[in-house]
C-alpha cells in the first residue's frame, strides 16, 4: 500500500550526531512539529536548512519557545511542501539569534570572547540570511569601527576584514557607503612594508579590488591611497595568495580607469619593471601557477596588447609629413647603397619615377603614393610602425630581404610590403588585439613577459619566417593567400606549445617548415577524411550502438569523478570555487562549495544535492537563466559558449555552470543528456565516435589489407545441373 500523499519521510540531524528519519506529516501546523523536534534535542532555537538537495532559498528558521512568534514562519509555511522524499534537515541555531549573539560577543571586554565570536563571525557570514539579520542589527558598522580605531594587526583584526567581506559579497550595503577613515585605513595595511599577518594584507587586497570595480568614485579614492609602486613590491614576494591578490587589485584599476589613465598606468608599471618581476617571480617561480594568476597574466597581455589597437585603427594620412617621411625612410634604408652619386641632379620627373620602382620593389601595389596601402584598418599604421621598427632594429637583414626579392623574377618575388601589411593583420587577428579579455580566459604566452616591446619583436620573427617559407614553396604571386595560411598554421602551432621565450618561439617555429607542415596535415588528413566501400559504411553502422554505448559510460565516469567551478559575479572575478560530481550510483548530483586548492573532495562533504529524477531540462548558451542579464558584447562570447544551466522540480529552481573548458563542457552536458535519456550533441561526441570508429575497422581488416573491398558482395552462382559430386554418407553407415 502506498504512503499517504502529505507523509514525507526525511531525516532530521542534529549538531554532532547523525540524521534521525522522521516521518513529515504536511498537514500538522508547522510550530507543533517544530516543538517535537526541538523538544527532542534540548534546543531553544532552532532553524531548519535543506541539507544538501536545496539553495538558500529554502532555508526555514522558527524560533520554538519564547518568544512564540517569528517573522520567518510565513516563509516556513510556504516552502514546506518543497520538501521531497529523502531530504537532510539541519537543526541550527535561527539566524537571529546567531547574529544576537555574536553581536555581543563582538563588544565583549574578554579578547578571548571577542576573537572566537568574530571567528564565528566570518564562518557564518557567507549565510545571506544571517546577512541580513546581522548587518539589521547595525552589526556592519560596529565592524567598521573595529577596523577604523582599532589597533589590531592579528588574528583578531583578519576575522573581522573576513566577516566584512564575506557581508559586503551579499550586496546588501553599497561600497560607497563606506567612510574616507576607513578606506584609508585598509590601504595602510597594504602600504605598509614591516612585516604584517599575511591573511591582513590578502583580505586588505581583496576589499581594495571590490572597491575599485564598485564605482569610479572609489576606483579614484583607491588609486590614491595605494601607490602602484607598493603593489609590484608585493609581487615580489614569495606568498603566492599575496602575489594573486596584489595582481588582482592591478587589474581591476587597469579595467576600471579610461584610455588615457590606462596608457599612463601602463607607462609607470613599465617603467616600474613590472614584465621583469612577473616573469622572474610568478612564470618562473619554483610554484605552478595557479588559475586565477594565470587568468590576471592573459588578462594583462590583453590590454598590454590593446594599447596598439589605436595605432591599428588609424589609416596612413597621405598629407602627413612624418608618415611620409616613415615611408620614405623605408625606401632609403633599402637602397642607400644602390642610389647613384648624381641622383641630387634629377630632375623632378626623374625622381618620381626612381622613387616609384623603388617602392614598387618594396611590394607597394600604389607605389606612386604608398600611403594609400596602408589606408586599410587594421592594420593602418601598426603595419608602417613595425615596418620602420623592422628597417630600423634588423637592418643588415631587411636590406637582405628585400634586395633578394628585387633580384627575382617578378612572379617570384615575396613582395615585403604587402607582406608586412598582412602579416600584421595575421598577428592582431591571432592575439586578439582589439577584443576585450574575456570574463575566463586563461590563454596567457609566458614570452610576452620575456622581454620590452615584444609584438615588435615578434613581427621581425614572423617576417623573416614568411619569406623563409615562401622559399620553400617556391611561391608565386598567386599563391600569396596560400603562404599565408601556411605562416598562420605555423605561428598558431608553435604559439600553443607556449615558448617561453622569443628565441625559443624561433627555434620552434623554424622547425616547422613547410614539409613539416604537409606532413602534419596529411596525418590529419588521414584521420578526419576516408573513402569507405559501401561494406565498410555497413560495418560501422553495426559498430556505431556498441561504441556510443562506451562514450556515454565514459562521460558519466567523468561525472562521477566530478569537476572544480568557478562562480562568476558581475563584480569580482575570483569569488568562489564549488565542486560537483555524480554519485555512483547515478542517481543524484552532489555539489558544494570548496577551498582554493581542492582537488576530488569526497561526496560526502558536499552538502547540496539533486536527484536525477527531478531534473527537467538542460539549457546551454544565451537561453541558461545566468546568462539572460548578461550584455551581448564580445567579452561574454566565451562565457556564453561554456554555460549551461538545469532545471529541476519546478522550472523556476535552476543550478547554473560555467564550464572551466570546451572540453569539460562538452562531457558535462554529455552526460547529463544520457542521464535525460537524450543523444549526446557534443563536437567531442562526434570526434571521439568517428576516432574510435576508425581504429575498430582498421583492427578489424587488418587480415585484408592491400586487398580491395568490393562495392557489392559477390553474386551467388547458379546451382548446379546435377549433385553427383555429392557423397553419400547413407552407404558407408552399411
Known sequence: ???????????????????????????????????????????????????????????????????????????????????????????????????????????????????????????????????????????????????????????????????????????????????????????????????????????????????????????????????????????????????????????????????????????????????????????????????????????????????????????????????????????????????????????????????????????????????????????GLLALDNMVYFSSHYHDTYSRFVLENSSREDKHECPFARSSIQLTVLLCDILRIGEPPSETGQHYYPMFFAQDRVFEELFCLCIQLLNKTWKEMRATQEDFDKVMQVVREQITRTLTSKPTSLELFRTKVHALNYSEILKLRQTERMHQEETLAPPVVELRERLKPELLELIKQQRLNRLCEGTLFRKISSRRRQDKLWYCRLSPNHKVLHYGDVEEGTENPPIESLQEKIPVADIKALLTGKDCPHMKEKSSGKQNKEVLDLSFSILYDVEEYNLNFIAPSKYEFCLWTDGLNVLLGREMTSEYTKSELDILLSMEIKLRLLDLENIPIPDTPPPVPKPPSNYNFCYDFSHAEQ
Not at 48 to 72: D, L, T, Y
Not at 265 to 286: A, P, V
Not at 339 to 349: G, I, L, W
Request: with cysteine; glycine share 4%.
Open 1 to 379: 500500500m502506498p504512503p499517504p500523499k502529505d507523509i514525507v519521510k526525511i531525516a532530521i540531524q542534529m549538531p554532532g550526531a547523525y540524521p534521525q528519519l522522521i516521518d513529515l506529516d504536511q498537514k500538522k501546523p508547522l510550530l507543533t512539529v517544530i516543538k517535537e523536534v526541538c523538544d527532542g534535542a534540548a534546543t531553544g532555537h532552532c532553524r531548519f536548512a535543506r541539507g544538501e538537495a536545496e539553495s538558500a532559498r529554502r532555508m526555514m528558521s522558527v524560533a520554538q519557545q519564547k518568544p512564540r512568534r517569528c517573522c520567518v514562519e510565513d516563509v516556513v509555511c510556504k516552502n514546506r511542501l518543497d520538501i521531497k522524499n529523502g531530504s537532510i534537515l539541519r537543526l541550527t541555531t535561527a539566524p537571529g539569534r546567531a547574529a544576537e549573539q555574536l553581536y555581543s560577543g563582538i563588544q565583549n571586554n574578554n579578547n578571548d570572547v571577542k576573537s572566537e565570536s568574530l571567528k564565528e563571525l566570518a564562518n557564518v557570514s557567507k549565510d545571506i540570511t544571517f546577512a541580513h539579520e546581522f548587518i539589521s542589527r547595525d552589526g556592519l558598522e560596529l565592524l567598521l569601527q573595529i577596523v577604523e580605531v582599532g589597533d589590531d594587526v592579528g588574528e583578531a583584526l583578519a576575522h573581522t576584514l573576513k566577516a566584512f567581506l564575506e557581508l559586503m559579497e551579499h550586496g546588501i550595503i553599497s561600497w560607497e557607503t563606506l567612510s574616507s577613515v576607513f578606506i584609508t585605513k585598509i590601504a595602510s595595511f597594504v602600504n605598509k612594508k614591516d612585516v604584517l599577518d599575511a591573511t591582513i594584507q590578502q583580505l586588505s587586497l581583496s576589499i581594495l579590488e571590490s572597491m575599485v570595480l564598485s564605482s569610479s568614485a572609489l576606483f579614484n579614492t583607491v588609486k590614491k591611497e595605494v601607490t602602484l609602486e607598493r603593489l609590484i613590491g608585493h609581487l615580489q614576494v614569495t606568498n603566492q595568495q599575496i602575489q594573486t591578490k596584489a595582481m588582482a587589485l592591478i587589474i581591476a584599476l587597469l579595467q576600471s580607469a579610461d584610455v588615457l589613465e590606462r596608457k599612463e598606468m601602463m607607462d609607470y608599471l613599465s617603467k616600474r619593471n613590472l614584465r621583469q618581476y612577473i616573469y622572474k617571480n610568478i612564470i618562473h617561480s619554483s610554484g605552478t601557477v595557479g588559475d586565477e594568476m594565470t587568468h590576471y597574466l592573459y588578462v594583462l597581455q590583453s590590454i598590454t596588447l590593446n594599447l596598439l589597437e589605436p595605432r591599428a585603427k588609424t589609416p596612413v594620412d597621405p598629407y602627413n609629413q612624418e608618415q611620409r617621411d616613415l615611408l620614405q625612410s623605408l625606401r632609403q634604408m633599402a637602397f642607400e647603397l644602390d642610389m647613384d652619386p648624381t641622383a641630387s641632379n634629377f630632375s623632378t620627373d626623374r625622381r618620381k619615377s626612381v622613387c616609384a620602382k623603388e617602392f614598387k620593389k618594396l611590394g607597394f601595389s600604389n607605389n606612386s603614393n604608398p600611403a594609400l596601402d596602408l589606408k586599410r584598418t587594421p592594420p
